[in-house]
T-cell receptor, first 109, second 115 residues
Framework: GQNIDQPTEMTATEGAIVQINCTYQ??????LFWYQQHAGEAPTFLSY??LDGLEEKGRFSSFLSRSKGYSYLLLKELQMKDSASYLC??????????WGAGTKLIIKP | ETGVTQTPRHLVMGMTNKKSLKCEQH?????MYWYKQSAKKPLELMFV???????ENNSVPSRFSPECPNSSHLFLHLHTLQPEDSALYLC??????????????FGPGTRLTVT
């Protein structure tokens, strides 16, 4: 079967750095996405990785290792507004998105 | 503003009712999606439409019936639902289905409660 694993919940301190991991087992691979979802709101796109390596976008970076079936989202200089759920999703051989259950990130002052 | 709107935002219905959810995208996209989101569970893809044609139906019960009259509008018709169908129903759109990147843009969702 297809499976995406990510931690259920993480806690970090304002101003710090946090890394949210995602491991996947899917039938085929056509890219990995990270989305942010604030409570009661729609998921919003953060990043896309299809080749191995690090993609940096401001305070957020996303890393992919296809051979290890592994990705992480790195958030720097954490702000209170970063408190949200972070969803990892992999596009399989049929170009369908397989979603993880999300990681709830709690930022403390 | 994500360019994808959904109505209603909240819906309470009995098991014998018939209701419809509406989604509209203003982004000029060609693909539209219905997802079900339950607490602490992954997003479940229900239906995919590409250029108004249904391309995926992920074993969704027949009490959910989608309709896509054009590339900008998507409906989900509901009838004789069960309490376990209570969830957040999200609509999304993307430029296409199989191209590079093609991130999905989500609407705010309809919070459905079946009593």
């Amino acid at each position: 079967g297809q499976n995406i694993d990510q931690p259920t919940e993480m806690t970090a301190t304002e101003g710090a750095i946090v890394q949210i991991n995602c491991t996947y087992q899917t039938s085929g691979f056509n890219g990995l996405f990270w989305y942010q979802q604030h409570a009661g709101e729609a998921p919003t796109f953060l990043s896309y990785n299809v080749l191995d390596g690090l993609e940096e976008k401001g305070r957020f970076s996303s890393f992919l290792s296809r051979s290890k079936g592994y990705s992480y989202l790195l958030l720097k200089e954490l702000q209170m507004k970063d408190s949200a759920s972070y969803l990892c999703a992999v596009r399989d051989s049929n170009y369908q998105l397989i979603w993880g259950a999300g990681t709830k990130l709690i930022i403390k002052p | 503003e994500t360019g994808v709107t959904q109505t209603p935002r909240h819906l309470v219905m009995g098991m014998t009712n018939k209701k419809s959810l509406k989604c509209e995208q203003h982004l000029g996209h060609n693909a539209m999606y219905w997802y079900k989101q339950s607490a602490k569970k992954p997003l479940e893809l229900m239906f995919v439409y590409n250029f108004k044609e249904q391309t995926e139906n992920n074993s969704v019960p027949s009490r959910f019936s989608p309709e896509c009259p054009n590339s900008s509008h998507l409906f989900l018709h509901l009838h004789t639902l069960q309490p376990e169908d209570s969830a957040l129903y999200l609509c999304a759109s993307s430029q296409g289905v199989s191209g590079d990147s093609y991130e999905q843009y989500f609407g705010p969702g309809t919070r459905l409660t079946v009593t």
